[in-house]
């Protein structure tokens, strides 16, 4: 017995030390250069690109299993004339052998130094990292279904790495295409205490043309939450001279449900100044370009596959600060919950500038045009390219948006709430609310695009708003003055504004209280004709025509405004007008009669008062509206009133012989007339 275990333990020492010796022997005996082409052969042939490596490739196996070698170059494949895809300067990896046996890595040192990538985009936009496509058939993979993985952990029960490091690498992209090329140099990559148990400390820095770039932090330990757990991580990152972003958090569940959760905080900074840096021209064209100059950023972000959330959202960009959260899942058939919450904005500092003003004959030259062009789209079928409201008609939307000072189109608003509601297509927002003026504007509005074309109604109600200073803000002009009532109802159809105004229909009613006119004195029109159509001298005070009340009911049909019978009541005047605006021609049609009266009263004088009847016409344009006494109704009615209406011509009349002649009369009048 004990001579069988001395042979037992000779024999197991003896092949110990013959491994030991091969181990040894190995690297000394075997020629490794011999075997160089045949290895850069295969590798050629199974990237399909020329391979080679210099002829100092070191192989070690004890008591480190080491590789080792310098300027090795994979070149591009056919149709690049850039001659390498990827080159290394030096390559050195030392790993121990013995504990691979228990699925411990033990790497010693792990140093790549000098590494290049050229990535190239043709001109026919082939590119030179895709592989090259093989004709044999397809292995069939097994599908692992989400969420399940092999075995209860990592692949490896240990890793540990002394050394890890890759040194002044650099990545070149070219685009022949767009003419195009981008730079990353200096890229050196450091990790430190590597290991499952412990956090991973990570430094990384480049540079992006001439702009630096650096990451550093931590993040680990991995062993625990690679499975089911969390893996933290907090890094630090720098780009540019002016972008400094933190993430702080953990990844979770990597292995089988993969998320995030994380604060991100990204201090101030400027996007102009980014994009500068970058060497490129800022493309947001903005009325001020003192807009989109700082912005900063803080949220609590919570995400996976199925559903997201954003918590805690602070956005600051200029003088603008939004407290904002969010939550989105089922991202097929997305549903969105939102709230926002806006302290200020003046949205015309972040509208396109305006161009310079043009002439009329040159807008006029211009509307041709553009009529002829939207006539143009309109005859050939297929030119315009139909928007897709798929996404939109998937969507699910409940939020609610809220904005204490707002200036829009130079109108300043305030206490803005809107709730909006999606589904199928259809988005309600009700309610609409905000203050202006002096007053408040409610509402709600609708939009459906479960159709091709996109169909929208809005339901507004305006009470006590001050008229003149928001027509002085919007419009520059001082031409109204009054305490506005209003209550409107508006349907169209379409994106495109001349879609807009020709499918536009509704009805309403606007009702201003003690105001003015301005620009338009009606009480003179009625008692000098030449001064108020421009044939007298003219006054240095600037005209215009106080009312107690102005009201003017409408409907609107494709686009063509008709008002009835709109009315203004003052102490010396009486006015009623009636005719079309058509918002497609921008054109007027109306006749205002105007009637004086012979005592001074308010709104509440509701008697017919007598006076002279100087009807007027306005026609023209929007921007040029023309003005003209109706001379022919003038004419009519004081001939009305003179000859047939008199007292001694109706008695006379009143015979019977003598009515046929009465009607003859009015007949020829109205011929004369020419109405």
Known sequence: MKKV????????ASLVV???????????????????????????????RPFSVSDDLRLSLFPWAGVSFSDLHLGNVKGFKEKDFVEVKSFEVRIKLLPLLSKNIQVKKFILNEPRMVLVKNKNGGVNWELPQKTTEPKKVEKIPVGKISGTGLPISGLTVEDFSIKNGMVLWIDHAAGTRKQISDINLTLQDVSLDRPVQLKFSAVLDTQPLSIQGSFGPVSKGFQEGSV??????????????????????????????????????????MVAALGQTFSIQTADPNALNRMTLNAHIKANSKKVSVSNGILGLDESKLIFSMKASDFSKPAVNFDLNLNQINLDRYLPPKSGKKSSAEQQDQETKSQKSEKSKESTPGSTKKADYTPLRRL??????KIDKLIANKAKIQDVILKIHAKNGIFNLDPLKLNMYQGNVSGKATLNVTQDVPES??????????????????????????????????AMAGTDPALLRKTLNGNGELLFNDGAIKGIDLAGMVRNVQAAFGLAEKSDQKPKTDFAELKAPFTITRGVINTPQTSLKSPLLRVIANGNADLVKETL??????????????????????????PV???????????????KSVAKQQLQEKVLESKKVKKLLEKEELKQLQETTKGLLKGVLGQ
């Open 5 to 12: 275990l001395k042979w037992g333990f000779i024999i197991i």
């Open 18 to 48: 013959i491994i030991i010796a091969a181990i040894l022997i190995i690297p000394r005996v075997v020629d490794v250069q011999k075997y160089k082409p045949v290895l850069e052969k295969k590798i050629a042939e199974a990237s399909g």
């Open 232 to 273: 933290s991580m907090d890094l630090s990152l720098s780009a540019l001279n002016e972008l400094t972003m933190r993430l702080k958090g953990a990844l979770e569940n990597m292995a089988v449900t993969p998320g995030v959760e994380l604060d991100l905080e990204v201090a101030e900074f400027s996007p102009r100044k």
């Open 396 to 401: 699910i939307l409940d939020g609610q948006l």
């Open 457 to 490: 109604n809005i339901s507004l109600i305006v009470t006590k708003v001050e008229a003149g200073p928001l027509l002085r803000d919007v419009l520059e002009k001082d031409i109204l003055e009054g305490v506005m009532q209003a209550n409107v109802t508006l």
């Open 589 to 614: 049609d109306f006749r205002v009669e105007p009637k004086v009266v012979d005592t001074i009263k308010g709104q509440g004088d509701e008697k017919q008062r007598s006076g002279i009847m100087v």
């Open 617 to 631: 016409l306005v026609t023209g344009n929007f921007s040029s509206p023309k003005f003209r006494p109706d001379f």
